[in-house]
């Protein structure tokens, strides 16, 4: 088992930055895909960003292409997702997630762990 949870959601003005963390425990991540999803009001959940916990191999909806930045600490067991020129439709309930070992970065279906998710705001 993992269990994430999710902080640094906030309300920032549009063109400001934030940077989400989700911190995992339970077991080591060696071997697993972390990503993060967002959620708009009204809208299905989308995927934003993931990365290979073993390989940092990233991979990245087009919409954040060049302003968000996921990354993760080891040492820390935490993920970070950088976000940068922030845009009001980025507005949304950020979730951090991880498949199991072997869990493909880019298949949704495939993350079986969710923290709880964060609130991010834009307003602008």
């Known amino acids: 088992q993992v269990q994430l949870v999710e902080s640094g959601g906030g309300l920032v003005q549009a063109g400001g930055s934030l940077r989400l963390s989700c911190a995992a425990s339970?077991?080591?991540?060696?071997?697993?895909?972390m990503g993060w999803f967002r959620r708009a009001p009204g809208k299905a959940r989308e995927f934003v960003a993931a990365?290979?916990?073993?390989?940092?191999?990233?991979y990245y909806a087009d919409s954040v292409k060049g302003r968000f930045t996921i990354s993760g600490d080891n040492a820390k067991n935490t993920l970070y997702l950088q976000m940068n020129d922030l845009k009001p439709e980025d507005t949304a309930v950020y979730y951090c997630?991880?498949?199991?070992?072997?869990?493909?970065?880019?298949?949704?279906?495939?993350?079986?762990?969710w923290g709880q998710g964060t609130q991010v705001t834009v307003s602008s």
């Open positions: 990365v290979y916990w073993g390989t940092a191999r990233t």
């Open positions: 997630a991880a498949t199991p070992p072997g869990g493909i970065a880019t298949m949704t279906s495939h993350y079986d762990y």
């Open positions: 339970g077991r080591a991540l060696s071997g697993n895909a």
